[in-house]
Every structure is written in C-alpha cells, then in structure tokens.
T-cell receptor, first 114, second 108 residues
Framework: EAGVVQSPRYKIIEKKQPVAFWCNPI?????LYWYLQNLGQGPELLIR????????DSQLPKDRFSAERLKGVDSTLKIQPAELGDSAVYLC????????????FGPGTRLTVL | AQRVTQPEKLLSVFKGAPVELKCNYS??????LFWYVQYSRQRLQLLLR??SRESIKGFTADLNKGETSFHLKKPFAQEEDSAMYYC??????????FGDGTTLTVKP
C-alpha cells in the first residue's frame, strides 16, 4: 500500500501567487489532518477533518488559507496569496478511528515562496 | 493551552551507550503522550504511545504525571537509531501538539 499520498512534493512560487496541495489518505481512514512544519520545529496542526467535516480549524489562518475535503476522501489545502513566511513543509496525515488512533503521515510538500 | 518541550535540539551518543531523550509537557487535563520518529529520507512515524506500555525497537517511555515528563529511553543505542525524534501530546479534545524535536546521532 502506498500510504498517505501528497502532491506535489516540492513547489516554488513567487509571493502573492496562489498554491494548492493535494492529499490522498490511506483507504478507509476517516480522519485527515493538515500540519505545517517550519524548519527546526515540530508539526503544527492547521486543520482536522472527520470525514468531510472540519472539526478543528482553529489554527488555520483563514484570511489566506482554505481547505476542503468534499467527498470525505482526498483533500486540498490552498494558500492565496502566498507570503514569504509560508515557506515550510506541509504535512498530511490520516487515521482510521479519529482521535484515538495512530496517525500515518505523508511525505510532505516543501513550499518555497520567493 | 498545552505545550510540549524537548530541551535538547541535538543529542549525540556512542553506540552501546544508554540514551535518554527528554520530553516535558504542560496540560491541565489527562493527556495522551506519543513519541514519533523520522529517519533520514523517511516519513514521520509513530514509535510508541504511553497507553500501550510497549517497548519498540528497545525504546521505552514512562509517563510521569508528577514531573509532567515522558522521557524516551534505550539502554544500548544502535547506529540505526540515529533520527529525529518528536514528542507529542494529544488532549481530551483530540488536538495534537508536537515538540520541536531532538536529533539523535549515534556514533560508531
């Protein structure tokens, strides 16, 4: 099994441009997480979905960030417009039984904003 | 708000020596604590969780609620243990908070 799939793996854009990241969780996993990881720091939760419902988006900067998981399977995270400080690794993770289960992480998307 | 602190950014030991990676937390409720590991060029993955009380790859971690710590220990480090280690806390509401990680290097 491929595990959690993320694309693209790397993205370089200029500031003020839009960018989107895609995540396909492990089949059957109902819970999906998006994390932001800055260099030298641990992952920080941006948003957590239970099926198609965003149950925790308190850390998502809603002025420029948006996410969707329309059919409760794959998900897209968007930034518009991107700022220099958004350069980071964006991690997607999924779990089977929600909060109580092990999270499986994807390889991440490394974003560089110039 | 909850917080996880890993005081050591870098830790270096020789092969066969004991190793302890420190993790301290602050949370007013009853937390779940985890250790995640990321080997070079691999994904972040779960190493162990306190409720399982398991020993994984020779590592153990005991939750000390009095000292609010969850230190990771291994009596004899191996070169393949070299990796980045993250301590994480999950609240009763399901929110996960990670520490900033410790890079462990095991020298031959």
């Amino acid at each position: 099994e491929a595990g959690v799939v993320q694309s693209p793996r790397y993205k370089i854009i200029e500031k003020k441009q839009p960018v989107a990241f895609w995540c396909n969780p492990i089949s059957g996993h109902n819970t999906l997480y998006w994390y932001l990881q800055n260099l030298g720091q641990g992952p920080e939760l941006l948003i957590r979905y239970e099926n198609e419902e965003a149950v925790d988006d308190s850390q998502l900067p809603k002025d420029r960030f948006s996410a969707e998981r329309l059919k409760g399977v794959d998900s897209t995270l968007k930034i518009q417009p991107a700022e220099l400080g958004d350069s980071a690794v964006y991690l997607c993770a999924s779990s089977f039984a929600g909060d109580r289960d092990e999270q499986f992480f994807g390889p991440g998307t490394r974003l560089t904003v110039l | 708000a909850q917080r996880v602190t890993q005081p050591e950014k870098l830790l270096s030991v020789f092969k066969g020596a004991p190793v302890e990676l420190k993790c301290n937390y602050s949370y007013s409720g009853s937390p779940e604590l985890f250790w995640y590991v990321q080997y070079s060029r691999q994904r972040l993955q779960l190493l162990l969780r306190h409720i399982s009380r398991e020993s994984i790859k020779g590592f153990t971690a005991d939750l000390n609620k009095g000292e609010t710590s969850f230190h990771l220990k291994k009596p004899f480090a191996q070169e393949e243990d070299s990796a980045m280690y993250y301590c994480a806390l999950r609240t009763n509401a399901g929110k996960s908070t990670f520490g900033d990680g410790t890079t462990l290097t095991v020298k031959p």
